[in-house]
């Protein structure tokens, strides 16, 4: 992309060695304008200021709590309102990366513990989506990336257990039924499974869970953040045209199917 001719809505996108930070990032170096969503406001907003002295790009912070509606809505509101002011081109790809996992046992899990992780994980994605798809459909283009995992392909055994495997697991039904709801429209939508990620998201992780995630990935380490935002990158380009309602499985051959 030459010129600025789309913006980038990118959400859980401020944590230092998160996937969503390194995926604006990229978005920014590719010549995108983006937006930063995050819980924390001002945080989004200083991670979009750095982002964009970096890389010569307009972006946006807002805060947003991607599993409330009425935060969604308002979120949506900004981003309208800066476009409409010329301070952003229009929205071209939504990239649902906002996530949460935990690692407790099934049979110790409560309902607010199960509830939480559907929330963030699947809701989260419907909501965000729901809200941006219309004004991409209106330009007759648009990307929408989906953020699965390897734990709802293998059952876990990454770290993340039963609700967030569920979770991520609705997450691919959700990105295929909407594909092909979308069939010709010019927008399109994809999930990305990423395997172990280095990131800070394994909370609770020990050097010896570490060593044995690490044994089971046929490549030998762990994915980077950057790895996994160069394939966002390309699901959101151009050249992506012709793939929709697929997965991408981003695991150093820990599942091979």
Known sequence: MNSIQRTAVVTGATSDKGIGKAIATRFARDGWGVVVLDLNGAVASDVAADISGEHGVPALGHAVDVADEQSVDAALAAVRNAVAAGELPVVGA??????????????????????????????????????????????GWGRI??????????????????????????????????????????????????????TNIRVGSTPESEAAITAGIPLGRTATTDEIAAVVSF??????????????????GSHLH
């Open 94 to 139: 939504v990239a649902n990366i906002a996530g949460i996992t935990s690692p407790v046992p099934f049979l110790e899990t409560t309902r607010e513990l199960w509830d939480r992780i559907m929330a963030v994980n699947a809701t989260g994605t419907y909501l965000m989506t729901k809200a941006f798809l219309p004004d991409m459909l209106d330009n």
């Open 235 to 252: 699901l959101a380009s151009e050249d992506a045209s012709y793939l929709t309602g697929g997965t991408i499985d981003i695991n150093g």
């Open 145 to 198: 990336v989906t953020m699965s995992s390897v734990s709802a392909q293998r059952g876990g055994g990454v770290f993340g257990k039963v609700p967030y495997s569920s979770a991520k697991a609705a997450i691919l039904g959700f990105t295929k039924a909407l594909a092909r709801e979308l069939e010709d429209s010019g927008v399109t939508i994809n999930a990305v499974a990423p395997g172990a990620v280095d």
